[in-house]
T-cell receptor, first 111, second 114 residues
Framework: EDKVVQSPLSLVVHEGDTVTLNCSYE??????LLWYKQEKKAPTFLFML????IEKKSGRLSSILDKKELSSILNITATQTGDSAIYLC???????????FGTGTSLTVIP | NAGVTQTPKFQVLKTGQSMTLQCAQD?????MYWYRQDPGMGLRLIYY???????DKGEVPNGYNVSRLNKREFSLRLESAAPSQTSVYFC?????????????FGPGTRLTVL
């Protein structure tokens, strides 16, 4: 059975800290790994990773995929209160059109 | 461009009642999805439609039916609601997952079944 696991489940940090969120997967016919940020409403897309070792970056957020270790990390530097959210990891596979989601990491940034 | 829209935003049902959740997208996407989100469970796929005219079961399809009315619209029906179906429901669409495109989500419907 295909599976996506995120860790930690929750995290509380102070403004300015750097955080690393983890996502590991066990799927057949991996195609891509995606990161989403979910505040109070719908998830919004952050990154899509398909190639191992190539970092994607957007401002203070960056992410990288390790296909050998079947995992990805999402880094957030100089955290701000606006980074408080649930961060979701999803994996798509070559067979079918489904996306498999992890349970998410809840990040709280304290002023 | 409204993106993905869902109606209603909130709904309270009694056990045994039926209702349809509506979803529409204006991005000309081929694929559409219905998820439910429960605390500690992440997003679980109920049904999806890879393209107009096709629908497939996801991880948790029992108690639900879907209709892909046309390329824009994908509805989710609860025929006889149960308290276990209390959840937040998200509709999503994607251009073509087969080519690795991401999903775009609607704002969600919060459903309570008493």
């Amino acid at each position: 059975e295909d599976k996506v696991v995120q860790s930690p489940l929750s995290l509380v940090v102070h403004e300015g800290d750097t955080v690393t969120l983890n996502c590991s997967y066990e799927v057949t016919n991996f195609r891509s790994l995606l990161w989403y940020k979910q505040e109070k409403k719908a998830p919004t897309f952050l990154f899509m990773l398909t190639s191992s070792g190539i970092e994607k970056k957007s401002g203070r957020l960056s992410s990288i995929l390790d296909k050998k270790e079947l995992s990805s990390i999402l880094n957030i530097t100089a955290t701000q209160t606006g980074d408080s959210a649930i961060y979701l990891c999803a994996v798509s596979v070559n067979t079918g059109n489904q996306f498999y989601f992890g349970t998410g990491t809840s990040l709280t940034v304290i002023p | 461009n409204a993106g993905v829209t869902q109606t209603p935003k909130f709904q309270v049902l009694k056990t045994g009642q039926s209702m349809t959740l509506q979803c529409a997208q204006d991005m000309n996407h081929n694929s559409m999805y219905w998820y439910r989100q429960d605390p500690g469970m992440g997003l679980r796929l109920i049904y999806y439609s890879a393209s107009e005219g096709t629908t497939d079961k996801g991880e948790v399809p029992n108690g639900y039916n879907v209709s892909r009315l046309n390329k824009r619209e994908f509805s989710l029906r609860l025929e006889s609601a149960a308290p276990s179906q209390t959840s937040v429901y998200f509709c999503a669409s994607s251009k073509s997952p087969g080519q690795g495109y991401e999903q775009f989500f609607g704002p969600g419907t919060r459903l309570t079944v008493l």
